[in-house]
Nanobody, 127 residues
Framework: QVQLVESGGGSVQAGGSLRLSCTAS????????MGWFRQAPGKEREGVAG?????????YADSVKGRYTIYQDNANKNTVYLQMNSLKPGDTAKYYC???????????????????WGQGTQVTVSS
């Protein structure tokens, strides 16, 4: 089993920044992709950003390109960060970290059936 633990959510005013982190533990040897998803009340879950482990290959939703950056910890490839800048009220949602062994399949293909999920962390952006 794999456990994912997220941290870094919170409340911020529009234009502000937050950094989310996610660390995977357990049987992580075959994981090759980690991503961030978000879900706002009444909306479907959407992929925000993802990264192929050990590479610079990343995926981003159009709505966050240029504002969000996903990257891995150089010392621990099981930890990924999501730097969120220029936050907007529309970014308000619960953010979930996910991990998988099938590359970016679960990120790019709805309904995003990634193998492992974190508990989620709330991000609230006020105007």
């Amino acid at each position: 089993q794999v456990q994912l633990v997220e941290s870094g959510g919170g409340s911020v005013q529009a234009g502000g920044s937050l950094r989310l982190s996610c660390t995977a533990s357990g049987y992580t040897w075959n994981l090759n992709y980690m991503g961030w998803f978000r879900q706002a009340p009444g909306k479907e879950r959407e992929g925000v950003a993802g990264i192929q482990s050990g590479t610079s290959n990343t995926d981003y939703a159009d709505s966050v390109k240029g504002r969000y950056t996903i990257y891995q910890d150089n010392a621990n490839k099981n930890t990924v960060y999501l730097q969120m800048n220029s936050l907007k009220p529309g970014d308000t949602a619960k953010y979930y970290c996910a991990a998988d062994s099938r590359g970016n399949y679960c990120y790019t293909v709805p309904p995003h059936t990634c193998s492992y999920w974190g508990q989620g962390t709330q991000v609230t952006v006020s105007s």
